[in-house]
């Protein structure tokens, strides 16, 4: 079993099956009729609609919204795509990711230290993280920022704050796989953008219970692999209880 989040305060969201996750070789794919023609890229870069009644669907689904709490009555889980890593990027991005793992397992004495972690934004920064990988650094939509890196969430609920709506009404939220190695901690407000020293891979806000990592810029497309592509819709509702949070 493997869990979002390592502290039990944090919201977080639990995985049963870690292998399932880490297959990207199933053919499910709803019918092309149920894509909205703005996710037509997606599709393009390897994206495979889920079904619902899907395992991975419906475990995605239901640990997302078990981890969003109260919250999770004023959201709706609209549709779950997975990456399939079918197109030569993506083979290549797949590959790149194991060998960097490896790496980490090897300089770390045997735990590379992979997590899972949410990363929302706007859908126009998604799909560009799909088709060509992370290529900017911006200050996190919601929070502090911690340094000058890529920041993301083992708590989904704080994923959720970072998505922006679409003209759609719709926020994105990409499920990925983390290779942390030794962390640090870093101050809210750091300029930092790179480890101290070789002894550290990456950043954490706090150590027993973190609630944001940071990957580095010269890792971000070695050391992040997204996995799943949630869009949801939230109600008003939510932005008013945010704050139960």
């Not at 870069?45 to 640990?63: C, F, Y």
């Not at 890529?150 to 719709?170: R, T, W």
Request: proline content about 3%; hydrophobic content about 35%.
């Amino acid at each position: 079993m493997n869990q979002f989040g390592d502290h039990n305060d944090q919201v977080s969201m639990t995985i049963d099956d870690e292998k399932m996750l880490l297959s990207f070789d199933s053919q499910v794919e709803s019918p092309s009729s149920t894509y909205h023609d703005s996710l037509r890229s997606f599709k393009k870069n390897g994206m495979i609609e889920l079904e619902e009644r899907n395992k991975e669907h419906d475990l995605i689904k239901a640990g997302f919204l078990s981890g969003m709490g109260q919250l999770g009555k004023e959201v709706e889980v609209v549709a779950i795509h997975k990456n399939s890593c079918s197109t030569i990027l993506g083979q290549a991005r797949l590959e790149s990711f194991r060998i960097y793992s490896e790496a980490m397992r090897k300089k770390c004495g045997g735990n590379a230290n992979i997590k899972y972690a949410w990363f929302g934004s706007s859908k126009d920064e998604i799909c560009n993280i799909i088709s060509h990988g992370f290529s900017t650094i911006t200050e996190p939509k919601s929070g502090e920022c911690f340094g000058m890196g890529v920041h993301l969430y083992p708590a989904n609920i704080h994923g959720v704050l970072s998505a922006l709506e679409d003209e759609n009404g719709l926020r994105h939220m990409l499920l990925c796989r983390v290779i942390l190695g030794n962390t640090e901690i870093i101050e809210a407000s750091s300029k930092q953008f790179q480890p101290t020293c070789q002894d550290f891979d990456s950043g954490v806000d706090n150590y027993l219970a973190p609630k944001t990592y940071i990957i580095w810029p010269s890792y971000m497309n070695s050391h992040i692999l997204p996995n799943f592509l949630v869009l949801l819709r939230k109600s008003r509702r939510f932005l008013q209880n945010r704050i139960l949070v």
